[in-house]
């Protein structure tokens, strides 16, 4: 999806469908309130009407409620109504009269995420039939506003588009998106921008690294190898280097600790975090942030076999912290221990990592806000507030001491999880902070965020969780 600024007149604007918003107890302004049909349109939010002006050919106008409440998630949500009306006249082109609001570059970026999230649809594995036309996908959006709205509509465009790479990323299934297709995606992003590199290491040299946590868990996977992906971002500026760390656990079955049956399946996307910190890099890099970022995947699966890490095994993590796995589906905060020791050791001066980590956050939190869990005030805050300008919510949880006894071993320096069914969330929090090299630090568990939110953008399955939090974060740093 392209989108272009622009600022002529609706009757100028050439698209398969332009959108006009419309405010609760506001009239349409002419020549457009008489057109016929256009007095059906009540403003009430999420609604639409579709006319036929003539030029242009086609107009849907798109409720948005009280003018008080209309906010930057409200114009994501019209983003989406304005898609589901393109698609349903099969149009790829779409136009946006930006109403007129105090924020136009906020809205003007909303409207264009929220179509473009709106327009996802994973058809890779649908053959169709023989000879059938492509299905019409959104290609351009145009914005027209006399405001000067030309660096958000390319912040809109970069996110709605890392958005759905994201969720590509989700939706394939783990026999196509493993650990080594995690790795090309990540030298591909390097290869498009001259400021990214990427390292991988593969299982070897995991080994040889240290990371034990890495290590034990890819130790299930026979034929599928283990990565540890770095990807690096030098876009300058004077705020430090960001690390960022994703879960990339391309397959949860939860190891010999096995998951039940049902619903296994979904474990596919255990590598949302991966997946949201890649495409957000490819998304900064794309908008030329200045930040520095370094930013850690471990990928591999986490699979049964008869090589596979058993309960009550011992092992040592990259930072010479010993745990005893009492629970080989608590595996990602294996991982994720050694990617953040890695992380701080090549140089981050503070840290944040995104992973599908615990069901406990699903039903603290349900769909609507991840889980925060830091060591330091302002970096929860700068993630608070990105949260609160993306729309990817994220509510804090406390760490305590009382907490963080509760990960202590008898026989090691840590468990992995305990028999007692407390505060799921933190004490994975709680377990990754003992990894945190004393840097500031951000844990956010998506675990309930990352699929099936039935969001209006984002509707059911992956949602691409992250990507936005993330580029709003480093566009706060940057400034
Ligand atoms: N990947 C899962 C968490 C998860 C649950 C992700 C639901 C997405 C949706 C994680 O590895 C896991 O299995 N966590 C366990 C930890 C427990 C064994 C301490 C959990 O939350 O049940
Ligand atoms: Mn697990
Ligand atoms: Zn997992």
Same mark, same amino acid.
């Given at each position: 999806m392209k989108a272009y600024p622009t600022d002529v007149a609706l009757s100028e604007l050439d698209a398969d469908l332009v959108a006009v918003g419309l405010f609760e107890d506001e009239a349409l302004g002419e020549p457009l309130g008489s057109v016929p049909g256009a007095g059906d349109a009540s403003g009430e939010f999420k609604s639409r009407v579709t006319v036929y002006p003539g030029k242009p050919e086609r107009v849907a106008i798109i409720g948005l409620g009280d003018r008080a409440e209309f906010t930057a998630e409200r114009a994501r949500v019209a983003g989406a109504v304005s898609q589901a009306a393109l698609k349903a006249v099969k149009g790829e082109a779409l136009a946006w009269l930006l109403p007129e609001v105090d924020d136009p570059g906020v809205i003007a970026a909303a409207l264009i995420e929220g179509a473009t999230f709106a327009s996802f649809d994973f058809d890779r594995f649908r053959t169709g039939s023989d000879g059938a036309a492509a299905p019409p996908e959104l290609k351009s959006i145009e914005v027209s506003s006399p405001a000067d709205i030309a660096e958000a509509v390319t912040v809109g465009e970069a996110v709605g %588009?890392?958005?759905?790479?994201?969720?590509?990323? =989700?939706?394939?299934?783990? %026999?196509?998106?493993?650990? @080594?297709?995690?790795?090309?995606?990540?030298?591909?992003?390097? /290869?498009?921008?001259? /400021?990214?590199?990427?390292?991988?290491?593969?299982?070897? +040299?995991?080994?040889? @690294?240290?990371?034990?946590?890495?290590?034990?868990?890819?130790?299930?996977?026979e034929d599928v190898e283990p990565r540890l992906i770095t990807l690096r971002y030098r876009g300058g500026g004077s705020g430090g280097t960001l690390g960022l760390v994703g879960k990339s656990v391309t397959f949860d079955t939860g190891g010999i600790s096995i998951k039940p049956s049902a619903g296994m399946h979904e474990m596919k996307m255990d590598m949302s975090g991966g997946a949201a910190v890649l495409e957000a890099v490819a998304a900064i890099a794309e908008l030329g942030l200045g930040i520095e970022l370094i930013a850690v995947l471990p !990928?591999?699966?986490?699979?049964?076999?008869?090589?596979?890490?058993?309960?009550?095994?011992?092992?040592? =993590?990259?930072?010479?912290?010993?745990?005893?796995?009492?629970?080989?589906?608590?595996? +990602?905060?294996?991982?994720? !221990?050694?990617?953040?020791?890695?992380?701080?050791?090549?140089?981050?001066?503070?840290?944040?990592?995104?992973?599908?980590?615990? +069901?406990?956050?699903?039903?603290?939190?349900?769909?609507?806000?991840?889980?925060?869990?830091?060591?330091?005030?302002?970096?929860?805050?700068?993630?608070?507030?990105?949260?609160?300008?993306?729309?990817e919510l994220v509510w804090r949880l406390p760490l305590h001491d009382e907490y963080k006894q509760l990960t202590k071993g008898s026989i090691t320096d840590l468990v992995n999880a305990s028999a007692e069914r407390k505060a799921g969330t933190i004490y994975a929090g709680s377990f990754l902070e003992e990894f945190t090299e004393g840097k500031p630090w951000a844990h956010v568990d998506i675990a309930g965020t990352a699929w099936d939110t039935g969001r209006e953008y984002w509707g059911k399955g992956p949602t691409g969780f992250g990507v936005h939090l993330l580029v709003a974060l480093a566009r706060r740093l940057n400034q």
């Open positions: %588009n890392a958005g759905n790479r994201a969720r590509y990323l =989700q939706s394939l299934p783990a %026999n196509v998106a493993t650990p @080594a297709f995690l790795a090309e995606r990540a030298e591909e992003i390097a /290869a498009d921008h001259d /400021a990214v590199t990427a390292e991988v290491l593969d299982r070897d +040299g995991i080994i040889a @690294a240290g990371m034990g946590g890495l290590e034990a868990v890819a130790r299930g996977g !990928a591999t699966e986490n699979m049964p076999s008869g090589t596979a890490l058993k309960p009550g095994d011992i092992i040592t =993590q990259l930072n010479g912290k010993t745990v005893e796995v009492t629970n080989t589906d608590a595996e +990602g905060r294996l991982i994720l !221990a050694d990617a953040l020791v890695h992380c701080a050791r090549e140089g981050a001066d503070r840290m944040v990592d995104l992973a599908t980590l615990t +069901g406990a956050v699903v039903i603290g939190l349900g769909s609507t806000y991840a889980a925060l869990i830091s060591n330091d005030d302002d970096l929860a805050d700068e993630l608070t507030a990105a949260g609160e300008s993306s729309g």
